[in-house]
């Protein structure tokens, strides 16, 4: 077996690795779970969160400033607010969400630089990292979110320059991917709520980060038809909701896990070619408004009607599948 050496470890960008897992482990362990379980899930109290995080997304565009100052001044934001956390009041929340959502495009934007491996690399890492640490106490998180921050301020000044994204990557549409965001948000804030199936507090953290990690290395390498990928991400949700449904858990933590890791590559190879202002309105739909109403799903335990929004989707999809088609077979 070949020796790993600083001349095979040369082909792998560190600092783009840590600045995307670290970043992302904070959206997933403070942003997304800490502050939500912390608040009690009271809607009203968590708002400010996700309008700052609007703002963000389109504020990122429109100041005029360089892409490395914007990332160092929303950082900056991100790591003072988190010297308060957990104890934010609303404008505390609103700033955060101010600078999360801004970071989000700019983030995605920074991925063009990152090759196949340091992707998948860093996705793994931050999967790894939220399902170790979910069960870690939301209210002694402070450490964690200034300690993540840090390392992705460290390590922005290091970014490469050069970008390395394919231009063969498949493009899905917007309704598509918000369908995915809605379907996994409304599912992982149900499940964590739930006291008879809660995957991660069950004993399977192993199988979850197992299988987000397969799902990735799946995602990656192989290559399958843009209508068969779609369909294949919609059954697997199916599938989730199913042994959700039937209380299987540890089915659940094998299926669940692996369509996350699968759609997410999907969703980031999809939207990589966009400019950033594009980027910026895809991350309002993608990244608020889907997991939004997700978690309105969650908090009025309306679960058993996801089934009906997937027959409702599935009906679109194939249908616009089979416009596309007819149009093709008429040229």
Request: aromatic share 14%; no cysteine; charged share 15%.
């Amino acid at each position: 077996m070949e020796k790993l050496n600083f001349k095979t470890l040369s082909f792998i960008n560190i600092a783009i690795i840590l600045f995307i897992a670290s970043e992302l482990s904070y959206y997933l362990l403070i942003a997304q779970t800490g502050i939500v379980e912390y608040m009690n899930s009271n809607i009203y109290a968590i708002a400010p969160l996700p309008i700052g995080g609007v703002i963000g997304s389109l504020l990122t565009y429109y100041l005029t400033i360089s892409r490395k100052n914007k990332i160092f001044i929303f950082l900056v934001i991100q790591l003072t607010i988190s010297l308060f956390y957990p104890n934010l009041s609303s404008i505390m929340l609103f700033i955060l969400g101010i600078g999360v959502g801004a970071l989000a495009p700019l983030l995605i934007n920074e991925l063009k630089k990152a090759s196949l491996l340091e992707l998948g690399i860093a996705l793994a890492i931050s999967y790894t990292l939220g399902t170790t640490l979910f069960n870690y106490e939301v209210e002694l998180r402070g450490n964690i979110a200034i300690v993540l921050t840090l390392i992705t301020i460290i390590s922005s000044f290091f970014l490469p320059k050069k970008n390395k994204v394919d231009e063969n990557y498949q493009e899905f549409s917007l309704f598509v991917m918000v369908l995915w965001i809605f379907l996994d948000s409304a599912l992982f804030e149900t499940l964590s709520r739930d006291i008879t199936i809660s995957i991660w507090r069950d004993g399977y953290s192993f199988e979850i980060a197992i299988f987000h990690i397969i799902g990735i290395i799946v995602a990656l390498t192989y290559k399958i038809e843009k209508k068969h990928k779609e369909l294949f991400i919609i059954i697997l949700f199916a599938l989730s909701y199913l042994f959700y449904f039937l209380e299987e858990a540890l089915i659940l933590s094998i299926v669940y896990p692996f369509v996350i890791s699968y759609y997410n590559v999907t969703i980031l190879q999809s939207i990589m070619k966009k400019d950033l202002k594009t980027l910026s309105i895809y991350m309002i739909f993608i990244g608020w408004v889907a997991s939004g109403a997700g978690l309105f799903i969650a908090l009025e335990s309306l679960i058993l009607f996801v089934p009906i929004i997937f027959l409702i989707s599935l009906l679109v999809v194939i249908n616009s599948q089979q416009t596309q088609h007819k149009e093709l077979n008429y040229v």
